[in-house]
């Protein structure tokens, strides 16, 4: 009976727990992560009595909570991936609408800019226009800075996020620690029965960490979670938590990276952190932002680095020399910027490595790394981040600088203590897009002119036309000058088929250029190019003829041959390998002794790499003749007499030779008689005469040998053609001497001067004392010279002109030899040598009387193209000359305006393509963000709807429950009140 | 299925929150008429837009340059028919100064009217363009191109640049020529020399035109040029201004003139040239006197004048007059030939001009449709997207609210 009692009891009993728990169900039912608890009951053990099992009651068995494990774990697998793409989707937005924005974006800065040049191309003479260019290049840069301040503030920001998060996990992770003790102490002290709601604490947590970064949970036997982040680091285990930090790259110290700290063992776990809002920011400095800043960057050095070329190929409004449009990319400052040291490297600090961008339009948009393996402590390799190729394994000499190239870039290892683990990254591009600057400030400073102009002579007969000529090298001797051409041009046509072209210095008097350009071939009815190609050729040229010290006597009746007294010489052709530095020297070649220069040239032309030309000039002057003539003076030229009285049937010369011989024998006569004659035409002599010098050349280079017959007092000089310049050096100023007036050098002064000898160097000499006369004067000059040290043979002749320059020839006198012989010379010529690219001359010593010891090969190339085309007549000229005040041309702008099209990033793309390339990249990239994280978000959705599904508290139901366990309630009660009644009426039974 | 309260509310607040998001991303298109906001709304075509932009602005500045080039065509056209005029009436007056009944006084009349005709060519020959650059001196713009000397005679003192604009891609047109080609570079009647100073001069020599004096002498001569080489004055005695005359080929003396007196505007003659060197020359300066086919319109005109202010009315002088006459006539038919060949090339020019107006203005036009189609939104299937998303946006707002007062507990 006592059972009805306790069996209405535990009824209440149990009935009160269970509308407790709805109770805390329904308080709970907008708490987030809060599991529903489910009562479940269980029958009290049955007792026997009266032969029969009667229960007793019903009594809590436990309180469920409703969890499935694996939706939750599904959820938190969801969240992480939902924040990953959100993270990355909001970076990417900003910059894809940065750079599209027409306000912002790069092209119309583009599209500004080339407008600008194109109005001043149109109007080059209008200062305003080209001030509107610079604007608008100004106007670009800044839409560069813009952008990439932008990017750079984007980092800082994703900076400081990193940091924030990286704090929320560590907070998370040591409340988790915390919870697990917790749990585990609950657990214990509840003989194993779960904590419902420290457990709920606990996924709260967890899931908001994985909204930070995916975790990885692995359950332990009482119930403790150990939490695993990124590749195996464990966040949790047990109750102890470790720390996530944020600090400053070990390769960049403009970004931070993730580190993990066990103990006293930190570790840096960047690479390995994936998920949540912290793999999303990764994601998006990897996918997004580096390549973005790469590719503007490279973008912004490609327009530079092209735009600077182009513009230093012209002259600007004031005549000089075009400077760089844009900053030089080259600058010290910036290619010590583009190499990072790992922070890691072993002290000392000292290690400097340059990036110079040899040729930005090869650049790739990769970051690149040096590493040094070991063992030893020189070699290293170079790697492409990108794709991972492994670009270069190569070793330090250990002389400094140390380079190598690779992508459009020279390494240049320039000091330091390198070693072994010694890691280095290389941003080529990153940081230069902030680089991006204009050099030139004012408007005159545009240089839109191109450096030459050319011109045809007004007395042309052929109707052949010179184009306007193009510039591709300012830097060649020819532009050595500002404001002119050293020397200007003359071309002259010698024949319908041949030109020279001279130096036109003096228009009155065109001489030839050094190395010479003579006798080049013309091909009427097609564009000729008039220059030789730039290939890298150099020409070494020899000393030319040499003055014996007398000249060599016949004997009547004898036969003596004259030789042109050239030592033998022994020459070197080598041959540098431009892959690897390698010389390499070809068999000597030994000059026979007196070889003519012909023979020479010949030999030479035969090896490799090597093209050899030679030409002989002599000059004859002073004729004298005895004062007692009694022999008849003969000259004879290679065995050709000049001198001969010929009938009227002859047929050695033309009919246009002069017939009389004069005395005493003049230039003009001589020239005359060997222009005409037939021998010698076919030996390739020609002759020259102004009336006081015979010029003698033989354009083949074979010695030139002449033979003088006569009375001792018939004589003549000759010289190998060369005037030597005198030139004044100190600071007397003079008055300009002449030929007919004395000077007197001991008033003022001290007059110095100077020459130049090929072989001998610079001579310097004074001039003292008073000269009455002219002659004096000249006398006055040899004597100088002779005592200065010069060697040469022969006596010095002066000569002075009309402007007061000085100039004098070594000359040696020929004198007839009587009737018992002849007096006879030969003089050898100038051999002139074209080494190919790579391919250079020396001499082994000693050196002798040939070619200078060590000779200096001057560069063929002219830095400029002209192109002849038509008919031309013997004697038409064209001239090429500096472009002075040419500020109404704008041919120089035309090609820079030029490049707005031409494909110059990798050969491929233009400016704008590469620019429009970059725009789809982001867009692309930020448009899979967006479509992942919407589906992401739909399965995140669906998933935290599975758990609510089965965890959540529906207000329905346990309204439901509410009423069903207070009916249950009163039911009980009920039994209590009966057992009462029971038991009262029991009481009034036995009173 | 079951659903939990709290589930419940997120599902329809998600419902709302979504469409909300799709209305305002249309409106944003209907307002802006862009149908790409972003270049992640349609990464190829955004790639498309770009380049087409870019295109479009080119074909701008195509057209601008056009308008330049037409415009410095069109008055080089109105300049060069103006110089024809003079030109034509300078040959009728030539005509009449050969009429074999006129006196020299006659003939000095009409040398002043063709002195007008010369200063009015001259004027011509220096026209400038609106911003202020000569149109015939080639590169040298900032600077008139055809200077006159103290002693009447003009020198061109331009290049021979031509300047070309870009049309197309592909297409340039030459937007002037250099008063050497056109006005310079005449055929003679015969074979004629010019006469020069040496630029690097220190002296102020001037030269005048000269004219051949003697025929036969000058062909023998020809095509060699002159060189006058001023000498050190010490050279003669008593020491003064001296001149010797080469020739160029080779540098010998020509006729015997070596260390000639200088007399200040006396006339030299030699290799059957005359010529009159005035001015105070230093020793060293050069005079050069280049045998030509060619001689330029001024100088022409120049000889002719001298002619006919200085030839008496004898008979030698006669028939000096009836050749210097002939020759003039002769040249200035060339000069005529000269300009008109510039005139029909400026012709074609001009229509090289136009006929890229009107393929630009067609790939314009193209060009645009493609954009308009890529880039515009089409505002009918936007505008009935943007009511039934609206629609769906208050759908979702009344089911929720109406969902939401559905509780158990509202029956207890």
């Known amino acids: 009976m006592g059972n009805i009692l306790d069996i209405g009891i535990s009824g209440l009993r149990a009935q009160q727990a269970a509308l407790t728990i709805t109770g805390n169900n329904i308080t709970n039912a907008g708490t987030e992560g809060y599991s529903r608890q489910e009562v479940s009951f269980t029958e009290n053990n049955p007792q026997f009595s009266d032969g029969v099992w009667i229960g007793s009651g019903v009594s809590v068995d436990s309180v469920r909570r409703v969890y499935d494990e694996f939706l939750t774990e599904q959820l938190r697998r969801d969240t992480s991936t939902f924040n990953n793409f959100n993270a990355l989707a909001v970076n990417a937005e900003q910059i894809n609408s940065l750079l599209a924005d027409s306000g912002t974006g790069v092209q119309p800065g583009l599209e500004n800019m080339f407008g600008a040049l194109q109005a001043a191309v149109d109007d080059p003479s209008s200062l305003p226009a080209r001030e509107v260019l610079i604007s608008e290049a100004n106007g670009l840069v800044d839409r560069f800075s813009a952008i990439s301040d932008r990017l750079f503030e984007q980092n800082d920001i994703i900076n400081g996020q990193m940091e924030v998060i990286a704090g929320q996990i560590s907070t998370i992770a040591e409340a988790i620690a915390e919870l697990n003790e917790q749990i585990q102490f609950a657990s214990a002290s509840a003989q194993g029965i779960e904590p419902s709601e420290l457990l709920d604490q606990r996924d709260r947590l967890l899931k908001e960490l994985s909204e930070f970064v995916s975790v990885n949970i692995v359950s332990q036997d009482d119930n403790v979670f150990n939490v695993f982040i990124g590749n195996g680091q464990a966040l949790v285990i047990g109750n102890e938590f470790n720390e996530v930090f944020t600090d400053i790259g070990a390769q960049d110290p403009s970004r931070v990276d993730i580190y993990f700290r066990k103990g006293n063992v930190v570790q840096n776990v960047t690479k390995e952190i994936s998920g949540g809002q912290l793999g999303g920011i990764l994601d998006f400095r990897d996918e997004v932002l580096d390549p973005t800043l790469n590719q503007l960057g490279r973008l912004g050095l490609i327009i530079s680095q092209t735009m600077n070329e182009q513009h230093k190929l012209g002259v600007d409004y004031d005549g000089l020399k075009g400077e760089d449009f844009f900053t030089d990319i080259n600058e010290p400052l910036k290619m010590y910027q583009r190499v990072l040291g ?41 790697r492409r981040l990108s794709d991972g190729e492994l670009l270069e394994t190569r070793a330090l000499t250990g002389a400094f600088p140390d380079s190598i190239e690779v992508d459009g870039m020279e390494i240049r290892f320039e000091a330091g203590s390198f070693q072994q683990g010694d890691k280095f990254v290389i941003n080529p591009t990153r940081r230069e897009s902030q680089n991006l600057d204009l050099n030139i400030t004012r408007a005159e400073q545009v240089a839109l002119a191109s450096p030459i102009s050319t011109d045809t002579a007004i007395g042309n007969r052929g109707n052949a036309t010179i184009d306007q000529g193009e510039v591709y090298d300012l830097t060649t001797s020819y532009f050595s000058e500002e404001g002119e051409m050293t020397p200007p041009l003359l071309i002259r046509f010698t024949s319908p088929t041949t030109y020279d072209v001279l130096d036109n210095t003096d228009p009155g008097n065109p001489i030839p250029l050094f190395p010479p350009l003579m006798n080049q071939t013309y091909v009427p009815g097609i564009s000729n190019s008039i220059l030789p190609e730039d290939e890298g050729k150099t020409a070494f040229t020899s000393y030319g003829g040499v003055l014996p010290l007398s000249a060599t006597y016949q004997k009547k009746g004898t036969t003596v041959e004259p030789v042109n007294g050239f030592f033998p010489e022994r020459i070197e052709i080598g041959f540098t390998n431009p892959e690897n530095g390698l010389s390499v020297n070809q068999k000597t070649l030994v000059t026979p ?35 007692n003539p009694f022999l008849d003076t003969e000259i004879t030229l290679n065995g050709v007499a000049l001198t001969d009285v010929l009938g009227p049937n002859q047929n050695k010369y033309e009919s246009s030779y002069p017939e009389e011989v004069p005395d005493p024998i003049t230039p003009n006569f001589l020239a005359d008689r060997i222009n005409a004659n037939y021998e010698l035409q076919d030996m390739g002599i020609v002759a020259r005469s102004d009336g006081g010098r015979l010029t003698i050349i033989d354009l083949n280079g074979d010695d030139i040998e002449l033979e003088l017959s006569g009375d001792h007092g018939d004589s003549f000089s000759v010289s190998n053609g060369e005037d030597i310049a005198v030139r004044e050096t100190g600071e007397a100023t003079l008055v300009e001497l002449n030929e007919f007036e004395g000077y007197n050098f001991d008033e003022g002064g001290p007059y110095t001067y100077a020459f130049d000898v090929p072989g001998q160097g610079t001579i310097n000499f004074e001039m003292k004392g008073s000269f009455a006369t002219g002659d004096d004067l000249l006398q006055g000059f040899r004597d100088a010279i002779e005592n200065s040290g010069y060697v040469h043979s022969g006596n010095i002749d002066v000569d002075i002109n009309e402007k007061g320059e000085v100039t004098f020839q070594p000359r040696l006198t020929i004198s007839g030899a009587g009737t018992a012989g002849t007096n006879k010379i030969a003089i050898g010529g100038q051999v002139k040598v074209i080494a190919d690219e790579h391919y250079s001359i020396s001499i082994s010593p000693p050196g002798n009387n040939l070619f200078d010891v060590e000779p200096v090969g001057e560069p063929v190339a002219f830095g400029f193209h002209v192109n002849i085309s038509g008919v031309a007549e013997y004697g038409d000229e064209f001239t090429v000359d500096f472009n002075t005040d040419g500020t109404s041309d704008s041919r120089n702008g035309v090609e820079m305006a030029a490049l707005q099209s031409e494909k110059t990033v990798n050969g491929q793309s233009s400016y704008s393509d590469s620019y429009a390339r970059m725009v789809e990249v982001v867009g692309s990239v930020t448009s899979r963000a967006q479509i992942n994280r919407d589906s992401s978000e739909v399965l995140l959705r669906n998933s935290q709807s599975a758990v609510d599904s089965t965890s959540g508290v529906n207000l329905d139901e346990e309204a439901a429950a509410l009423i069903k366990y207070e009916l249950a309630y009163n039911a009980s009660a009920q039994v209590i009140q009966v057992a009462r009644d029971i038991f009262d009426t029991l009481i009034g039974t036995f009173r | 299925m079951r659903i939990a309260t709290l589930q419940s509310f997120n599902l329809g607040l998600n419902a709302i929150l979504d469409n909300q998001a799709a209305v305002n991303t249309t409106q944003q298109q209907v307002s802006s008429g862009r149908r790409v906001l972003t270049p992640a709304d349609d990464p190829i075509a955004s790639t498309k837009i770009l380049q087409l932009q870019q295109d479009l602005a080119q074909r701008e500045q195509y057209e601008r340059n056009m308008t330049a080039a037409e415009n410095r065509l069109n008055l080089e056209e109105a300049t060069l028919s103006s110089i024809t005029d003079a030109l034509t009436r300078i040959q009728e007056l030539t005509v009449n100064a050969g009429s074999g009944t006129l006196t020299i006084t006659d003939r000095q009349a009409i040398s002043a009217e063709i002195s007008q005709l010369e200063n009015q060519l001259g004027s011509l020959f220096n026209t400038k363009d609106p911003n202020g650059e000569y149109i015939f001196a080639g590169f040298k713009g900032a600077s008139a191109p055809f200077q006159r000397q103290d002693n009447g005679r003009y020198e061109y003192q331009g290049d021979e640049g031509q300047r070309y604009l870009a049309l197309g891609d592909t297409t340039r047109v030459a937007t002037g020529d250099n008063g050497k080609k056109l006005f310079v570079d005449v055929r003679a009647a015969k074979n004629t020399f010019t006469t020069a100073v040496n630029p690097l001069n220190e002296g102020s020599t001037q030269v005048n035109a000269g004219f051949v004096v003697d025929e036969e002498a000058y062909a023998e001569f020809y095509p060699d040029d002159l060189i006058i080489t001023f000498n050190s004055e010490a050279a003669v005695t008593p020491a003064g201004p001296n001149y010797t005359i080469r020739r160029a080929s080779d540098g010998r003396v020509v006729d015997g003139m070596a260390q000639r007196e200088y007399k200040n505007g006396g006339e030299i003659v030699v290799a059957g040239i005359s010529l009159k060197i005035s001015g105070d020359p230093e020793p060293g300066d050069e005079v050069l006197a280049k045998s030509s086919p060619k001689q330029s319109i001024t100088d022409t005109v120049y000889r002719l004048r001298q002619g006919l202010d200085s030839l008496e009315d004898n008979p030698e002088d006669a028939l000096t007059l009836d050749i210097l006459i002939e020759d003039t006539l002769t040249n200035l038919a060339n000069a005529q030939t000269s300009v008109s060949e510039v005139r029909s090339q400026l012709g074609a020019r001009l229509n090289v001009v136009e006929n890229q107006r009107s393929l630009s203005a067609d790939v314009k036009l193209v060009s645009q449709e493609v954009l308009s189609e890529l880039s515009d939104v089409d505002f009918a299937e936007a505008v009935s997207r943007l009511s039934l998303q609206t629609f769906l946006l208050e759908a979702a707002q009344q089911s929720y609210t109406t969902i939401s007062r559905l509780s158990l507990f509202n029956q207890l």
């Open chain 1, 593 to 627: 002794l007196n070889a003519s220069a012909r023979e020479i040239a010949e030999a030479l032309s035969k090896r490799d790499g090597i093209e050899a030309s030679a030409r002989t000039t002599i000059q004859l002057s002073d004729f004298e003749t005895d004062a």
């Open chain 1, 342 to 382: 790992d922070r890691r490297n072993a002290d000392p600090d000292d290690r400097v490595i340059a990036v110079e961008i040899k040729d930005a339009t090869e650049l790739t948009i990769s970051d690149y790394e040096i590493t040094f393996p070991g063992p030893d402590d020189y070699t290293y390799r170079v």
